[in-house]
């Protein structure tokens, strides 16, 4: 379903607004995503399904990257047997984000064709890695959980629960829009959005969590049941609450929903983070990466007398002479 004819850039698009909500000791991001998410998207002319697994990964991205407090980037990466087997994006402090995916095309078609195309069908099994690098000599942080049978909201909640250990609700959605294109017409774009709260109470003995079922224990061994903390309750009731359609909606500015949500409890909202999409890749950067060859590996890379290499994420081709590698076709 494709949603009315909108005119053009739309207030507080390619941002996260992050709040608070202090009568029941919740924060959280709301990102609003509009011609940075539609630039990666139409770019590589993905199908639609991989279309819109993609948007919530850099959706989802978005919320967990502009959390960093450091220098660095954030980067979402799948690894998986689905029609969808990979999927990269890559956050770089304070704005910048690119992503792609790989897919068999024949089996993204037919599972679209047998309405088999859910987040979790595309994924299949496997892992959703989350990697934070502040570069330099400072040691990677990486968390890793299975995708069995699991959406990206739901790997993303396995990953809060097991890494962070802090209760945490993310939902995340994924729309295209018709919007006036002066002199052309309408035209389809890419939308995404996506809400991300957790509870921090001063006290620590309000964030208990269920223990996860030990895989050593003996058989029938009951883990005793956390009763949840009333206001996080609330939170997941109101959250829950929330469709699809008040994520991407450029009538339904993060505000907005927000109000929606807690306006009895008292939202407060912080300055905005903008985004762009924008690569990392550079011929420079490229040079680099052909040094870091054999002269074997890159004379196997030569066709018709050049070395080209095209950005997966951005496709910019780069060209190289093999003579400035001491090699020749």
């Known amino acids: 379903m494709v949603d009315p004819v909108t005119d053009g850039?739309?207030?507080?698009?390619?941002?996260?607004?992050?709040?608070?909500?202090?009568?029941?000791?919740?924060?959280?991001?709301?990102?609003?995503?509009?011609?940075?998410?539609d630039s990666i998207l139409h770019r590589h002319d993905y199908p639609?399904?991989?279309?819109?697994?993609?948007?919530?990964?850099?959706?989802?991205?978005?919320?967990?990257?502009?959390?960093?407090?450091?220098?660095?980037?954030?980067?979402?990466?799948?690894?998986?047997?689905?029609?969808?087997?990979?999927?990269?994006v890559d956050f770089e402090t304070p704005d910048r984000i690119r992503a792609c995916a790989?897919?068999?095309?024949?089996?993204?078609?037919?599972?679209?064709?047998?309405?088999?195309?859910?987040?979790?069908?595309?994924?299949?099994?496997?892992?959703?890695?989350?990697?934070?690098?502040?570069?330099?000599y400072t040691a990677r942080y990486q968390g890793i959980v299975p995708l069995d049978g699991r959406s990206l909201e739901e790997a993303a909640h396995l990953y809060f629960a097991?890494?962070?250990?802090?209760?945490?609700?993310v939902r995340l959605a994924v729309t295209e829009v018709l919007t006036r294109d002066p002199g052309r017409g309408p035209r389809r774009s890419w939308r995404a959005g996506g809400l991300l709260v957790q509870f921090l109470p001063e006290s620590a003995d309000r964030v208990k969590q269920r223990d996860l079922a030990p895989g050593d224990a003996p058989e029938g061994t009951v883990v005793p049941p956390v009763?949840?903390?009333?206001?996080?309750?609330?939170?997941?009731?109101?959250?829950?609450?929330?469709?699809?359609?008040?994520?991407?909606?450029?009538?339904?500015?993060?505000?907005?929903?927000?109000?929606?949500?807690?306006?009895?409890?008292?939202?407060r909202v912080f300055e905005r983070q903008p985004l762009v999409e924008r690569c990392r890749c550079s011929r420079e950067r490229v040079d680099d990466m052909l040094k870091?060859?054999?002269?074997?590996?890159?004379?196997?890379?030569?066709?018709?007398?050049?070395?080209?290499?095209?950005?997966?994420?951005?496709?910019?081709?780069?060209?190289?002479?093999p003579a400035d590698y001491d090699i020749a076709d």
């Open 9 to 37: 850039p739309v207030p507080g698009d390619d941002s996260v607004l992050p709040f608070a909500v202090e009568g029941l000791d919740a924060r959280g991001r709301v990102v609003t995503l509009g011609a940075a998410v």
């Open 48 to 88: 639609p399904a991989v279309s819109r697994l993609l948007g919530e990964a850099v959706a989802l991205t978005a919320l967990l990257g502009t959390s960093l407090k450091f220098s660095g980037r954030f980067i979402l990466q799948t690894q998986s047997d689905g029609p969808v087997h990979m999927l990269v």
């Open 102 to 136: 790989r897919f068999d095309r024949d089996r993204v078609v037919a599972a679209s064709a047998a309405g088999a195309d859910s987040p979790e069908a595309l994924l299949g099994t496997g892992t959703l890695a989350m990697t934070v690098d502040q570069g330099g």
């Open 162 to 169: 097991q890494s962070e250990q802090i209760p945490t609700r």
């Open 227 to 267: 009763d949840e903390d009333d206001a996080w309750n609330e939170v997941l009731s109101l959250v829950g609450t929330v469709e699809d359609v008040e994520l991407t909606d450029p009538a339904v500015p993060a505000e907005t929903l927000l109000y929606r949500l807690f306006h009895e409890r008292g939202v």
């Open 292 to 321: 870091s060859f054999t002269p074997e590996e890159r004379r196997d890379m030569i066709e018709g007398g050049r070395i080209g290499v095209t950005c997966e994420f951005c496709s910019s081709h780069y060209d190289f002479d």
